[in-house]
């Protein structure tokens, strides 16, 4: 190998590429167009004000003219109006917060928020911080503690031996201060830092201070204005490094707090218009040009975008005037060009002549692997990424300088309705800025997510020079200068590189030389019935010549005068250079839509991949290049059949790095899944590749149908996968070596196929049935099979409990007032134990930016209205982990028509419960075998075109999962074959699939009502004549059971008096005395009659008795059962008294202890001596023992008490967590923190108290 010198020059410009899209030599020619006068709008994950190149332009600007987190994410709900006291506001985190005096509040009114930091720092933030913050704050302090706990501890053991009641108490309470310490540690869960948030008017702007210190001192803290108004921002710390800005909205009740989601938007940014006039080599593209930041991706959803962010989004744009969108973001989306977000994408474009820029998407090397926006919207640019042999050194270190290559994963077209897909290429990597809080200053990164900035900014140097020579252009003549000049790579694909690489000078001197022509500005829709061109994939489209009817019509731009539209009459010449379509010659256009037919004639093409273009051009222009392109795509599948074994095979293939080989097969009818083995001959090289497959199913995205594969291929190895195929249509399998594999290699691989299919699609199991049966053919091959079916999950459909419509505030009103609104649905469920949930709406899931929705988002809260998780359209990727309880899920969805949203009122909703253990169905081969449960169902080969029935039987009851009942219904998987590749593909098929994953045959197993139960073992009960009582005794028993009913819901003691004349000996009476006492307002004054009441209770008991019956093994009298449920309740009624006797006997201790010996306001007037008190607190404390544990729920609140008189905060702390288990509250929580306080652990003090305002917030998060 060559030795390279150490003085060699560094190659910056593959750092960022800018000569290969002729933006450097543009540069050079014009150094005053680098930008300036262009306002970029980065639709991402938000921009660090605080990166690297985020401050200025070259000419001296503000480099962020506005930075809008349009998701929500980041909004706090600032509705609470307070007024300082003595210069002090009580902070909704319990916090007491100072005010500086220096603030100017005329009003003096501040509106107050909380916000926990978690919910916004970005995922890998979020991961440094919990490290750090436990090695700083909790390790130290809790290894001391702890340390110093078994100190204690083995100090006791030593000096003391024969222990008496009281030190085995000591001992216990040091035993606590040990296993709590350690419980803790297991248990310990960072809520990270909690904000108060505060914002007032200072008679002129609003203003918003975050108390970053987390004490209340604001004196130390940052006060912000909207960030438009002063382009300000502030860190939240020399630790986290995260840089925010603020906007206040709705007259001070929203407060949003902006931050970059990841590290994505300011790389993006950077590449775009970073300016680093220190360092010029650094710049991006079009360091003149200005930014206006909005944040898409939902923190709460790892930065997914919604339509509520992206139609947010879009406001902003058009008020902004922005002259460019960048938005490196899309998904897969089932139908292209349509839904809500793609018709406000589209109005930007075309009446506010936004040029709107977008990533392809990273899905290739497949074709028709375009994302939404990107490749499929027709106003949009769709920008694919390749990889130049300067970035191969400077950015990847490649050992070899490759030539200039596509990467493999750019997305290809066409659109799955003919559109190219692709509109041009720029280099797809980068080493750019990333914000402060990853700490570093510039990060590789690399996608179609960076070819789109790198192609906009190209976009913003051509904008800037037109603009200083005053001309206008439109978004239609923009993108056609663009296709037009582009420079087509040799070797590449339409399909990935579009119309070639931008040529940003080219581009410019296009525009300029045509500006004056009448055509300048037009743009042209070209529609082939629903569709966008021409695509003929299956062998159905391909049996014969086909006649199609293209529309082209001239678009003008918005505010176009009349007497223009009237005056337009072009004479087009129309073009194809392929011999099989044939076209008209000409055509006369005017301001309608004209339509031409063309012929498409695949007979006689080679198997493969065939395109061309249909271009319109100009007669007297047609320098100008196409006003407009039709493209056609034909694919002619190789037939796979019987002849050939229903295989294919390729030998000595020989593959470079990055090369890629297409295989479009016709799938034999009846063939499940195809298998795929390749063997490399190599002996010296290893190599990756990527394999991927394709099918094409109409109103289905690709990712519903796909295979994806990443694989490394060692040294004369071989591997072998599988993957689901469709019957009749055309695959296609692509085999790509990856970019960046060195070395070529020769391999040989094959492809069979394999059927196995089912009398069903998808199978439906109703329990009532009791024997189910679908049917299994072999239609291709000898198979082996082997059904099983395995039920993972169990569906709980749920229906609102309230449904509320309003309209939205002044984020949400799109051009021309048109205002949008909400509809917020609300469901209820219970979690009966801990277990994974899927919640998801079924009408809406799937659905993003095709959807006829502006957005759908739904939040669930547990019932302190602490919010758990978040889900929008995609539900797999949503999963969430629930404890036992009850919870609430909020669902928006949003709408310009209010009436739309008003049909949703009874929108169902489900939540997928995921199951502990797989329940499995059992399958027999005949239906005798099934219902006498014997002899299931085995290995069974078929022979070609055979089937066999299978039958299967229902659930056992006691298998039925607790909760799940009549609507609900389980769902899992039916697979047939035996060989593990046949099960393989027939479970989720790619990783890539988590958006859109499922099961090729499902199966739906649907409940029904439980068996009824019988009481008593179904024997009734026998009066006893001799026993009826008389009617007027039941008259007065009924009477006598009313009024203690009603005792409790009376502050009077007079029905109490009134049955004790008569009801002396009755003792639910008592024990409703003792509730009703223990249960009122003014509890405190009446100790000491609960402490009587209580007795009563206690001496109305036979405890000997009791004890007796308890001991008893088996109870021979005939009445036994009556017996023993009379003693249960007397023994419930025992415990509850000592119960309330002795939290009685606490509290009057506790009240005694607070006053500190000063006399109180409100004591009784017989206050007991504190020793008596003592004597008898202790003497209940040891005879509840005798009758339950103190861990018992019915006794913790007595147990806490106890240890809280004798000073046992580790004993206390013990039982009080385990009330908090019960009966989690504020309250609760709080008496821990201060036992913790009180055991001087202040640093896990520290953190509960900072989970006390996220686990029981004021209210629910906002959308």
Known sequence: ??????????????????????????????????????????????????????????????????????????????????????????????????????????????????????????????????????????????????????????????THTNLSQAEKLLKEELQCHTELLNSLEKKYNDPGPVYDCLVWHDGETWRACLDTSECGDLGCCTVLRNYKEAQEHASLGNSEMLNYSVNVYEEGSILCIVTSGGAHGTHVASIAAGYFPEEPERNGVAPGAQ?????????????????????????????????????????????????????????????????????????????????????????????????????????????????????????RGPTIDGALGVSISAPGGAIASVPNWTLRGTQLMNGTSMSSPNACGGIALVLSGLKSNGIQPTAFAVRRALENTAVKMDDIEVFAQGHGTIQVDKAYDYLTQHASLPTSNLGFTVTVGSHRGIYLRNPVQLSSPSDHAVGIEPVFPENTDNSERISLQLHLALTCSASWVQCPSHLELMNQCRHVNVRVDPQGLREGLHYTEVCGYDVSTPNVGPLFRVPITVIIPTKVNESTAYEVHFNNVYFKPGQIRRHFLQVPQGARWAELTITSHSHDVSSKFVLHAIHLVKQKAYRANEFYKFSSLLEKGSLTEAFPVLEGRTVEFCIARW???LGDVTIDYSISFHGVTCSTSQLH?????????????????????????????????????????RSLAS???????????????????????????????????????????DSQLWMLFDQNKRLIGSGDAYPHQYSLKLEKGDYTIRLQVRHEQICELERLKDLPFIVSHRLSNTLSLDIYETHKNALLSKKKANTITLPPNCSQSFFVTSLPDDKIPKGAGPGCYLTGSLIVPKSEYGKKAGQAASKRQRKFKKDVLPVYYHLIPPPNKT??????????????????????????????????????????????????????????????????????????????????????????????????????????????????????????????????????????????????????????DPEGCLKDLTDTFWEIQKWVDLTDSKVLTFAYKHALVNKMYGRALKYATKIVEEKPSKENCTNCIQLMKSLGWTHSAAFADNWLPVMYPTDYTPF
Not at 63 to 75: E, H, P, Q
Not at 825 to 835: A, D, V
């Open 1 to 158: 190998m060559a030795a390279h010198p150490a003085d060699e020059s560094f190659p910056f410009h593959g750092l960022l590429p800018k000569k290969e899209t002729g933006a450097a030599s543009f540069l050079i020619r014009y150094p005053e167009y680098d930008g300036r006068g262009v306002l970029i709008a980065i639709l991402d994950t938000g921009v660090d004000p605080g990166a690297p190149g985020m401050q200025i332009t070259s000419d001296g600007k503000p480099k962020i003219v506005d930075i809008i987190d349009s998701t929500g994410s980041g909004d706090v709900d600032t509705s609470t109006v307070v007024e300082p006291k003595d210069g002090t506001i009580p902070g909704l985190s319990g916090r007491t917060l100072k005010i500086p005096v220096t603030w100017k509040n005329p009003s003096g009114k501040y509106h107050i928020g909380v916000k926990n930091g978690f919910e916004f720092f970005p995922k890998a933030l979020k991961e440094r911080l919990q490290k750090e913050r436990r090695e700083k704050l909790w390790d130290p302090a809790h290894r001391a503690a702890l340390a110093e706990a078994c100190r204690k501890q083995e100090e006791f053991d030593s």
């Open 739 to 741: 970019w960046a594999s």
């Open 1015 to 1168: 009481k008593n073992g179904g024997k009734e009960k026998e009066k006893d004549t001799d026993k009826e009582k008389d009617v007027k005794e039941e008259f007065a028993e009924a009477m006598r059971d009313l009024k203690i009913q009603w005792m409790t819901k009376l502050d009077t003691s007079g029905l109490y008096d009134e049955l004790k004349e008569t009801f002396s000996n009755h003792l639910p009476l008592h024990v409703t005395r003792l509730q009703q006492l223990d249960s009122e307002k003014e509890r405190m004054k009446r100790l000491n009659e609960i402490v009587v009441a209580a007795d009563v209770v206690l001496s109305s008991i036979d405890q000997t008795a009791l004890a007796v019956h308890l001991t008893m093994k088996t109870d021979p009298r005939p009445d036994a059962a009556t017996i023993k449920s009379d003693m249960e309740k007397q023994k419930s009624s025992l415990i509850d008294a000592l119960c309330r006797k002795g939290c009685a006997l606490a509290d009057k201790l506790l009240r005694l202890l607070s006053q500190d010996g000063a006399a109180s306001e409100e004591v009784s007037s017989t206050e007991d």
């Open 811 to 853: 984020r949400d009103i799109l051009p021309n007032n048109r205002q949008l609104y909400e509809i917020v649905l609300t469901y209820n469920f219970t979690q009966t134990k801990s277990g994974e949930v899927t919640p998801s709406c079924p009408l809406l899931c799937e659905l993003l930016y095709e959807s006829e929705f």
């Open 291 to 411: 930014i206006l930041a909005i944040k898409i991706g939902d923190t709460r959803l790892s930065t997914m975008e919604t339509g509520t962010g992206l139609i947010r989004a879009m406001i902003e744009v058009i008020k902004y005037k922005c002259d460019l969108v960048n938005y490196s973001y899309g998904e897969a989306t089932h139908w292209p060009n349509s839904g809500r977000i793609c018709e406000v994408i589209n109005e930007a474009v075309w009446k506010h002549n936004v040029i709107y820029v977008s990533s392809a998407g990273n899905n290739g090397p497949c074709l028709s692997t375009v994302g939404c926006p990107g490749g499929t919207t027709s106003s949009v640019i769709g920008v694919g990424a390749y990889v130049t042999p300067d970035m191969m050194t400077a950015e990847y270190s490649l050992r070899e300088k490759l030539p200039a290559n596509q990467y493999t994963w750019s997305s």
């Open 765 to 805: 199991i109703h329990a009532s049935e009791g024997i189910s049966s679908f049917e299994v053919l072999s239609a291709l091959k000898y198979e082996e099979i082997s059904p099983s079916i395995n039920l993972k999950n169990w569906v709980q459909p749920l229906r609102p409990v309230s449904a509320k419509t």
